[in-house]
């Protein structure tokens, strides 16, 4: 059964920095591309950013870019999501999440591209 489970959320001033983990189980995490969602109150849940099994490739949302950095340890089977220059209107709960498929490509940026997702962890910018 695959788990994932997400850390490192808070409360951070504008233009303050958080670094989210996500913890992986239940399979061979090396395999698997990961991504990073976030729902604020009132939206539909949007991509942050994603991961390629190999490491190599990595996707961004547009508003992130030059600010968030995915990373992942495939010996530690954790990904990370590096926060930098945050924003209010980054405040929302954050999701670590990965597809049934293996070896799969880098650049799934829609949520039902996604079929495990863990708990979220809430970021809250204040100004």
């Known amino acids: 059964q695959v788990q994932l489970v997400e850390s490192g959320g808070g409360l951070v001033q504008a233009g303050g920095s958080l670094r989210l983990s996500c913890a992986a189980s239940?399979?061979?995490?090396?395999?698997?591309?990961m991504g990073w969602f976030r729902q604020a109150p009132g939206k539909e849940r949007e991509f942050v950013a994603a991961i390629s099994w190999s490491v190599i490739g990595t996707y961004y949302a547009d508003f992130v870019k030059g600010r968030f950095t995915i990373s992942r340890d495939n010996a530690k089977s954790t990904v990370y999501l590096q926060m930098n220059s945050l924003k209010p209107e980054d405040t929302a709960v954050y999701y670590c999440?990965?597809?049934?498929?293996?070896?799969?490509?880098?650049?799934?940026?829609?949520?039902?591209?996604?079929?495990?997702w863990g708990q979220g962890t809430q970021v809250t910018v204040s100004s």
């Open positions: 239940g399979r061979t995490f090396s395999r698997y591309t």
């Open positions: 999440a990965t597809p049934h498929t293996s070896y799969s490509a880098t650049n799934l940026r829609r949520p039902s591209d996604y079929n495990y």
